[in-house]
């Protein structure tokens, strides 16, 4: 089965340039497009596409209030990738925050889109180090510091834990995590699993921004 992809995106010449990208593909395939966040929650309920591709700026509807709607109203929500221009963007900040899988550059090359849609698709989460750094170090501060604090230190994680969790906020993959710990695939995700319970974190970006917001890492 191929991966389906929602496009969402005020301008009709990026949907335009992501649909033929993507439906090159042989493994994925666009089922849908939409030019607002508005209009999002209806075309996920029934299209249910595997990936979103969300533009974080829309007149209507922004990508972070069409995130949170997606994952608060959609029983099993599809993975959400924000699309963006700048990737220092307090827009973009909350919409990771908000539960998006991580963020993709509008002037991504073809080969860096079509490797975010696989990777979210599979479960990873799509996050640039340096680019998360600067974007904790410019909105994290007051948006969530003591309430992260707190849910780290209840967390409780095993050393091993922590190690995981400073290699996801790196921006590795659990391949690359496995690879740099020397042990097994199944096993990070084991780890990263636990993790994510421990914080009451959605996926892997809630987990890093807490990370970053608590002080567990920090942005310098």
Do not use: C, W
Not at 43 to 69: K, N, Q, Y
């Amino acid at each position: 089965m191929p991966i389906t992809v929602l496009l969402v995106d005020d301008e009709p010449l990026v949907r335009a340039g992501l649909r033929a990208v993507l439906d090159a593909q042989p493994d994925i395939e666009v089922v849908g497009e939409a030019a607002d966040g508005a209009a999002v929650i209806p075309l996920v309920r029934s299209l249910r596409p595997d990936v979103v591709a969300m533009d974080v700026r829309m007149p209507l509807m922004d990508g972070i209030e069409a995130t949170e709607a997606v994952l608060r109203t959609v029983q099993d929500p599809p993975k959400i990738v924000v699309v963006t221009t700048f990737e220092n963007d307090e827009y973009v900040y909350g919409a990771l925050r908000a539960g998006a899988d991580g963020f993709l550059l509008k002037r991504a090359r073809p080969a860096e889109i079509v490797n975010a849609v696989r990777l979210v698709a599979e479960g990873d989460s799509l996050l640039f180090p340096a680019a998360v750094r600067r974007l904790a170090a410019s909105y994290g501060r007051g948006s969530g510091g003591a309430a992260a604090r707190t849910a780290l230190e209840r967390a409780r994680l095993t050393e091993r834990e922590a190690e995981v969790l400073r290699l996801m906020a790196r921006g590795l993959t659990n391949a690359e995590i496995a690879a740099r710990l020397v042990v097994g695939t199944e096993t990070v995700k084991s780890h990263v699993s636990a993790v994510l319970a421990k914080l009451g974190a959605r996926d892997r970006t809630q987990a890093v921004i807490a990370a970053y917001e608590s002080g567990f890492v920090s942005p310098g």
